[in-house]
Nanobody, 114 residues
Framework: QVQLVESGGGLVQSGGSLRLSCVAS????????MDWYRQAPGKQREMVAA???????NYADAVKGRFTISRDNAKNTVYLQMNSLKPDNTAIYYC????????WGPGIQVTVSS
C-alpha cells in the first residue's frame, strides 16, 4: 500500500511562488514515475508535470517555463516548484503514482489572488 501526502500549498499573490512537496510511503519510490495533477473548480483534473525514474520530465504546455518538477529518491519525495503564478493556477493539486494500481494524495489547495 502506498500513501502520498502533499504539503506546501496556500494563498499567494499573482506573480508569486510556491513549492509543493509530496512524500510517498512504501518501497520502490525511485522506480516509479511521479506526477502532479490539478483540478480547478468546475474543471476536469489535468496533468501538470511528470518525472520518470531517469529524471526525465514532462510538462503541460500551460506551465512550461514556470513550473519545475524534481524528485529526491533518498527522501521518497517529489517537488513542484511553481513560479510566476497566475490566478488561473488556482486549484487543488494532487500527487500521483501509478504502479499497477493508481495512488493519489488527498490534494492540497493552491490559491492565487490577483
Amino acid at each position: 500500500q502506498v500513501q502520498l501526502v502533499e504539503s506546501g500549498g496556500g494563498l499567494v499573490q499573482s506573480g508569486g511562488s510556491l513549492r509543493l512537496s509530496c512524500v510517498a510511503s512504501g518501497s520502490g519510490f525511485w522506480f516509479y514515475t511521479m506526477d502532479w495533477y490539478r483540478q480547478a473548480p468546475g474543471k476536469q483534473r489535468e496533468m501538470v508535470a511528470a518525472i520518470g525514474n531517469s529524471g526525465r520530465t514532462n510538462y503541460a504546455d500551460a506551465v512550461k517555463g514556470r513550473f519545475t518538477i524534481s524528485r529526491d529518491n533518498a527522501k521518497n519525495t517529489v517537488y513542484l516548484q511553481m513560479n510566476s503564478l497566475k490566478p488561473d493556477n488556482t486549484a487543488i493539486y494532487y500527487c500521483y503514482q501509478g504502479r499497477g494500481s493508481s495512488y493519489w494524495g488527498p490534494g492540497i489547495q493552491v490559491t492565487v489572488s490577483s
